[in-house]
């Protein structure tokens, strides 16, 4: 599986933002598609994931009510809607896809290349 996030870039706080990942060469498997990321210093952690052509959706708490992710079934990708965006949201956000509905890093077996994502104080 291919994939390839984009929309990152520089806001300030309060602000929204949309990061959008496109998937390629997917079977006929169920896949989560999750967002992933990563501070300078720390490991990369879960953000948000939704099963592909499916319903169900997790989140990490510190994004819960802020955050939404969401899919479309026809283009096979992801989106991230990012709404009261904080300082500390600043990172690199990675899309990823896995055969497992989980939010663990070690679950994913698919990553793109990331999208920074900067919010000024």
């Known amino acids: 599986v291919q994939l390839q996030a984009s929309g990152g870039g520089l806001v300030q706080a309060g602000g929204s933002l949309i990061l959008s990942c496109a998937a390629s060469?997917?079977?006929?498997?169920?896949?989560?598609l999750g967002w992933f990321r990563r501070t300078p210093g720390k490991e990369r952690e879960f953000v948000a994931a939704m099963v592909l052509r499916g319903v169900s959706t997790m989140y990490a708490d510190g994004v819960k009510g802020r955050f939404r992710i969401s899919t479309n079934n026809a283009k096979d990708a992801v989106y991230l809607q990012m709404n009261s965006l904080r300082p500390e949201d600043t990172a690199v956000y990675f899309c990823?896809?896995?055969?497992?509905?989980?939010?663990?890093?070690?679950?994913?077996?698919?990553w793109g290349q990331g999208t920074l994502v900067t919010v000024s104080s």
């Open positions: 990823a896809a896995s055969r497992h509905y989980v939010p663990d890093v070690g679950g994913y077996h698919d």
């Open positions: 060469g997917l079977t006929r498997d169920t896949y989560t």
